[in-house]
Structure formats: structure tokens, C-alpha cells
């Protein structure tokens, strides 16, 4: 399985800052000592034209150009450098290679990603670019290119706050079906309406996550009816674990597991190719959110091989 990176591309942050930066480098590492079966690929950085697929192209002129004023910088919660703004192409441009390896292979990754709070004109809660966003336009105008067809997309957004921009970039886009579940009293305090969104009290455990999950899961196939999307991106958040200091339910590591392999099941038995993003963690152990992460790409290449397996019949379903 092909999974990219941009974790060379750090930006500096003050001492005390509460973003687990480092994260990205040690999950690479991780990656690469313990998961023979991922190949870890650079990731390219995205161009101005595709970023403006979902952004307003003054913001996005803004943040390659070092003009955010300190309001939006405080918004999303780093200072403006010419290394903040590489890293975020770096990121976007992740999920756009994975998408289209998953496209091409069926499951794929990005090693960092899932910035779903930025929205079409801002930036917000360590978000500036919305990496889904983009990939997710981009996809579909490739696949018109080549395909003369509509390709539906889905997102599947797991990080334990709700995925507000991604709803407000695609709230009147019916090609795009946008599924959150996240805490009910956590940040964004002000949410957007996502085609779907479940809810979950302080406090959520094991039991309770699951079978709100396969409950939504059941009403996004029932939503779509016979007409099945193309392409999915997949949020795997860790911040839902319960040593998550920003996460307020109370997963344990073997919870998101399984969490992860019901939701990689449900796509491979409906042969629906996946771009997977880390999204969010910040535990209170750092190598712990690492952990749960590398869980989760390990269960991805899993389902990757057994893609493989099946790839000759599954890829005859053509994604409209």
C-alpha cells in the first residue's frame, strides 16, 4: 500500500504550543520499522489552482503570501512562516496523491491530513488548507476528464470534532455526501450541518461509539440507495481515545481498532476505493497517538491486500 508524507516540512512553533508536531515524524519512523507492506512516498505540494478548487483564491493568495492578518493566524492557531504555508500544500497535496492511488490501487493514505475546519475563506483549529476538499474536487474534475462521468464522493469523517468546513465547502453539492461523528460538546462550538451528523455525549465509550457507528453507516447506504459513491475519504481520528487530551470520549486503543475495521469492511464489501487521512490526536503520551495510528494504517494495507485479492471484480464496478 502507498502512503504519502510531508513531515520534513515542520513548521516552528512557540515553546509551550499544545500542537503534537512531532507526531508526524514518529509516525513515519513507525511506519517505516513495523509495516513492511506500506510504502512511504513524499508527498508533492499543491498548486495555487488546485488549492482554489475549494478556497477562495484571495485566502489562499493570503497564506502563500504571508498577509493573514493576526486575527486569522490566532483562528488557526499557528503563526504565519513561509514553512507554515509549505506544510499545508505538503498536506493537501498528501491526500491528493492518496486519492489517486486509491482510485487506481483501492486503499490508500495520507500520513497527516483530515484539516476539516478550514473553509472555503478561513482557516481554523490548526486547519488552514481543507485537504479533503481539495482532493475531492480535483478527483472529480480528473475523472470527468477521462471518464465523461460523475464521480459521487464520501466522506467519512471519524475525528473526534465535527468536520465543520468540509460541511459548509460542500453543504450545496449534492455530488459530495459529508458523514461526521464526533463529540456533541466539543469544538467547533458553532458546527455546520453535514449531510450526516451523529452526535455523541461526553464520555462515549466502546459500546456506545460502535453501535452509533454501525448505525450511521447503515443510514449513509440507505441515503445513497442504489447509486453507491466513487471514491471515499475516510477521517481516522485517534482523538476519540480516552488519554486524548482534546477528546472528551473515552475510546480505548482496541475500540478504534475495531472501529477502523468495520468502517474498511463496509467500503471493501461495497468495493469502494478509500483515501484515508491521520486527522487528529493529541494524547496525553504522544507515542500513544502514534500507536493508534499506526493500528490504523496497518488495518488499512490489510484491507488493501485483500483489494488485491479481489481487485479484477471490484474494479469492474465503475464509481458514477
Not at 191 to 214: F, I, N
Request: glycine share 8%; hydrophobic share 45%; charged share 25%.
Amino acid at each position: 500500500m502507498r502512503a504519502y508524507t510531508s513531515d520534513h516540512f515542520v513548521l516552528p512553533l512557540p515553546d509551550g504550543h499544545r500542537f503534537p508536531m512531532p507526531k508526524y515524524r514518529l509516525l513515519r519512523e513507525r511506519v517505516a520499522a513495523e509495516l513492511p507492506d506500506i510504502r512511504l512516498e513524499e508527498a508533492p505540494a499543491a498548486t495555487d489552482g488546485e488549492l482554489a478548487l475549494a478556497h477562495e483564491p484571495v485566502y489562499v493568495s493570503a497564506v502563500a503570501e504571508g498577509l493573514l492578518s493576526p486575527a486569522a493566524q490566532r483562528e488557526i492557531g499557528f503563526p504565519w512562516t513561509p514553512r507554515m504555508a509549505e506544510r499545508a500544500r505538503r498536506s493537501v497535496g498528501a491526500t491528493i496523491a492518496a486519492a489517486r492511488t486509491a482510485l487506481a490501487e483501492g486503499v490508500s493514505a495520507n500520513l497527516a491530513g483530515g484539516t476539516h475546519h478550514a473553509s472555503a475563506d478561513k482557516g481554523s483549529g490548526y486547519c488552514v488548507f481543507n485537504d479533503v476538499a481539495v482532493a475531492a474536487r480535483l478527483m472529480q474534475a480528473e475523472w470527468h476528464r477521462s471518464h465523461r462521468a460523475l464521480l459521487r464522493v464520501l466522506v467519512v469523517d471519524l475525528d473526534v470534532h465535527q468536520g465543520n468546513g468540509t460541511a459548509a465547502i460542500f453543504a450545496d453539492d449534492p455530488t459530495v455526501f459529508t458523514f461526521s461523528m464526533h463529540g456533541e460538546r466539543n469544538f467547533p462550538f458553532r458546527k455546520a450541518a453535514s449531510d450526516l451528523d451523529v452526535e455523541l455525549p461526553d464520555g462515549c465509550g466502546d459500546g456506545d461509539y460502535l453501535a452509533a457507528l454501525d448505525n450511521a453507516l447503515a443510514e449513509v447506504w440507505r441515503r445513497h440507495g442504489g447509486l453507491l459513491p466513487g471514491l471515499v475519504f475516510y477521517l481516522a481520528g485517534a482523538d476519540p481515545h480516552e488519554n486524548d487530551r482534546l477528546g472528551r470520549l473515552k475510546l480505548s486503543a482496541s475500540g478504534l481498532a475495531e472501529r477502523d475495521r468495520r468502517v474498511l469492511a463496509a467500503l471493501r464489501e461495497r468495493g469502494l476505493p478509500v483515501a484515508l487521512s491521520m486527522a487528529g490526536g493529541y494524547g496525553r503520551d504522544i507515542q500513544e497517538t502514534v500507536a493508534i495510528q499506526a493500528r490504523t494504517l496497518s488495518l488499512a494495507a490489510e484491507s488493501w491486500q485483500a483489494w488485491q485479492r479481489h481487485q479484477p471484480a471490484a474494479m469492474e464496478q465503475s464509481p458514477v
